[in-house]
């Protein structure tokens, strides 16, 4: 659990031996765990250089340009990452969230049906459905799909304390998620609106 220690191991291995896999792709992680995304970035081009067919560094590479907010260059690594292994289905999540923050709605509602209709959706996942329906302006199916959200962290068991729990949950992403939907174009003054009118629905 010691994650700078970690990286200075990792770091002074590197040092002694560059060329390992290995190490790059360990000290990558912990790099991406102590979001210093721009010093993994650095590592996991050599890894890209060396193996450009390897979907798992596509996916990192992808993670780190999301948290350097250029989502422009994340969403080009997903598509390669959905090509190199389309069955595992793991670039689908992040990219269908990197073409709503950069507009494209359209290519975000295809990808997150496609979640939808392929694996088990999560609470996340129709949280992330709920902004994409709001960011469309399609307010009915907004709620929906936040109201799903909301029974989905029940089932989850993911708020202990039952269904108030759950909603304070959703409050809470709502309020994290608002730079995220003004990005997307949400009208700022629609965001409490619409929590307060599902709120009342429950």
């Not at 080009?76 to 507009?103: H, I, N, Q, V």
């Not at 509602?109 to 392929?118: D, L, S």
Request: aromatic fraction near 8%.
């Amino acid at each position: 659990g010691d994650i700078p220690g970690a990286v200075d191991y990792y770091s002074k291995a590197e040092m002694l031996d560059g060329r390992s896999d290995w190490t790059l792709r360990r000290l990558s992680r912990c790099l991406m765990l102590s979001h210093r995304a721009q010093d993994a970035l650095q590592r996991l081009r050599v890894l890209e250089d060396r193996h450009p067919e390897h979907a798992p560094t596509a996916l990192n590479i992808g993670r780190c340009l999301v948290e350097l907010g250029r989502y422009d260059e994340a969403i080009k690594e997903y598509y390669k990452a959905e090509y190199l292994d389309e069955k595992s289905g793991k670039a689908l999540r992040p990219l269908a969230w990197c073409l709503l923050l950069t507009g494209d709605l359209p290519q975000s509602r295809k990808y997150y049906e496609k979640v939808i209709a392929t694996t088990a959706p999560t609470a996340s996942d129709y949280l992330n459905m709920g902004h994409l329906a709001l960011a469309e302006g399609h307010f009915p199916e907004a709620m929906n799909f936040y109201s799903l959200n909301i029974s989905a962290r029940v089932g989850e068991q993911s708020a202990p304390g039952g269904h108030q729990d759950a909603v304070d949950a959703f409050i809470a992403d709502m309020r994290a998620d608002s730079p995220a939907l003004l990005r997307a174009g949400v009208d700022p003054t629609l965001i409490p609106l619409l929590v307060d009118s599902l709120l009342y629905t429950l």
